[in-house]
């Protein structure tokens, strides 16, 4: 069995590089999940240090595996990408509804956030897109139910 190689580097793209804002709840289970790190399990591959070099200074970044929050329960090595579709879909199975993916949230995330009033521009920023467009024409869509509030909010003038 060959062991797993494992990788980092920088985003995509230079507006990629970002300090994503969370909500209350979302930064309390996250942080409860970084101070359980100290008793999971952890696999030896978590005491490694990756490096890349940062397109937006030059220097190199390191990234210590023991940091990561989202760790394999069985394994104690990190969540690759497909555990999180793989499990995505088994949820969808028990509650009998179509399967979508996780990068289906983030276009769920945005249309919502669109909904709620969310300025685009800050939007984009969340996103990490480099322009508007991406972040209106791509990643949100318009409902049945949005349409319906639009033509309450132009009747209502």
Known sequence: MRAEAWRVGPPKTMSAFRTIPLTNE????????YIKRETRKESPVLSQVLTFRDPRTGLV?????????????????PTKNSTYDTNLEKLCRKADIKPFSMHTLRHTFATRCVERGVNPKSLQKILGHAQLSTTMDTYVHVTDDSLQVAMMQFQAV
């Not at 979302?26 to 999940?33: Q, S, T, V």
């Not at 970044?61 to 090595?77: P, S």
């Open 26 to 33: 979302a930064y309390d289970i996250l942080f409860e999940l």
């Open 61 to 77: 970044r390191e990234v210590c595996m023991q940091d990561l929050i989202f760790i394999n329960c069985r394994t104690g090595e």
